[in-house]
């Protein structure tokens, strides 16, 4: 540190005697941040760059536009603008490396990858560098990161974006304990969710989820939720709480899968249709709604975030057959909410069915055919 000031010493009294204002490549002008006394000394002028949120965690739900609060300032303040590189990095919520979202030098804005075209700045007033994303995926929260560069400075301040949204324990057709963990991830997607973090699966067991499977997470451990301990679950003696069976080997080790979904667009329904269906006339009924057969993750999301309540079983686009009920009352399983399931019947056996309409049509919008 001493050697490289006493270098910028002798540089700009170099430069001093040359009497010319040296401008560097990034733009940056010295001058702006050394003032010379005449006596050959330096000093910093004190001007320091600030970069704050007033939110450290941001909660919002899929497919909605967020804005990840985010501002700098000098102090003092600064009598000439300075050129700044505002930079914002994402890390997902399951860890790994960081990537670039946005680099922004002047009017210039870079996008990246996965981003490119669902982020800007908002910038409302000088010194606002808050991010704005559009249309929110299921895999974009993680720890977003806000950056301003200076030239010599650089501070960051880092914000959480975390999506509302429920977590339920996936077991494919061919029954329990049948999924590596690249399957498991796999299987959630088609599902229409993610894998569930260690998080949002504590979240779900406060909010009262059990279940006496261990499913995989996304952090590669498998674990399962319990609330009424009881012998075939880890037995009497432990408390209630996450039973960990820790990080497991992902092509060795087969588990189900704790999946996690957000909020909907569009609609999950139980379509009222004159008599009960096999699994093909059932696809066919959705179809013939102009709709499709609902995923668990979509189901599960209309019960958690729409209050979806019907006591008829239905069958769903995985083959399974499941019941969502948020109002629990006698013949309707056990007195709790949930997403009843079935597991696979057999396809020929006849059910309800719940559809999945992305944009559902206001009433009024029917097309009437002469
Ligand atoms: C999100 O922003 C886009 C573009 O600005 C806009 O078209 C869309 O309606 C917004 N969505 C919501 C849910 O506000
Ligand atoms: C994230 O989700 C979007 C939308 O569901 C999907 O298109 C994309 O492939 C996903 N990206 C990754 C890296 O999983
Ligand atoms: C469902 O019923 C139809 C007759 O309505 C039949 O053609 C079809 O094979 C049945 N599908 C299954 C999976 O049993």
């Known amino acids: 540190m001493a050697k490289m000031r006493l270098l910028l010493v002798a540089l700009l009294q170099l430069l001093d005697r040359c009497h010319t204002v040296p401008r560097f490549s990034n733009g940056f002008l010295y001058h702006d941040i050394f003032n ?83 982020v800007h700045l908002r910038e409302d007033s000088v010194g606002d560098v808050s991010l704005e994303i559009v249309g929110l995926h299921l895999n974009d929260s993680g720890r977003y990161r806000c950056e301003v560069i200076d030239g010599l400075e650089d501070q960051s301040v880092p914000i959480d974006l975390e999506l509302r949204g429920v977590v339920f324990p996936y077991q494919p057709h061919h029954g329990r304990y049948r999924l590596t963990f690249s399957m498991a991830q796999q299987a959630c997607e088609e599902q229409e969710a993610v894998m569930a973090t260690f998080e949002q699966l504590y979240t779900a067991w406060e909010e009262g989820l059990d279940w006496c499977n261990a499913g995989w997470l996304a952090d ?86 729409t209050g979806l309540d019907q006591c008829d079983a239905g069958w769903l686009a995985d083959g399974s057959v499941r019941y969502p009920i948020t109002n629990p009352r006698p013949n309707c399983g056990p007195m709790e909410a949930g997403v009843r399931s079935f597991g696979f019947p057999a396809p020929r056996h006849k059910h309800g069915v719940y559809c999945y309409k992305a944009e559902p049509k206001p009433f009024g919008e029917e097309i009437v055919t002469a």
């Open 36 to 118: 010379n006394n005449g006596n050959g000394e330096i000093s910093y002028n004190g001007v320091q760059l600030h970069v704050a949120s007033d939110q450290t965690s941001v909660f919002t739900s899929r497919g909605g536009n967020v804005t990840l609060p985010c501002r700098y300032w000098y102090e003092p303040p600064l009598s000439s603008p300075r050129r700044t590189r505002v930079k914002w990095s994402w890390q997902p919520i399951t860890g790994g490396q960081e990537s670039d979202v946005l680099v922004a030098i002047g009017n210039r804005l870079r996008t990246f990858d996965r981003f490119h075209n669902r």
């Open 220 to 305: 590669g451990t498998v674990q399962y939720p319990i609330t009424l301990p009881r012998l075939p679950c880890g037995g009497w003696g432990l408390a209630p709480g996450l039973r960990s069976y820790g990080p497991r080997h992902k092509h060795a080790h087969r588990y189900d899968a704790f999946c996690f979904s957000s909020s909907l667009k569009g609609k999950v329904y139980y379509l009222q249709h004159p008599h009960k269906l096999n699994f093909s006339e059932a696809t066919q009924a959705c179809g013939d709604d102009a709709a499709h057969m609902a995923k668990v993750g979509q189901l599960y999301a209309a019960w958690k975030f």
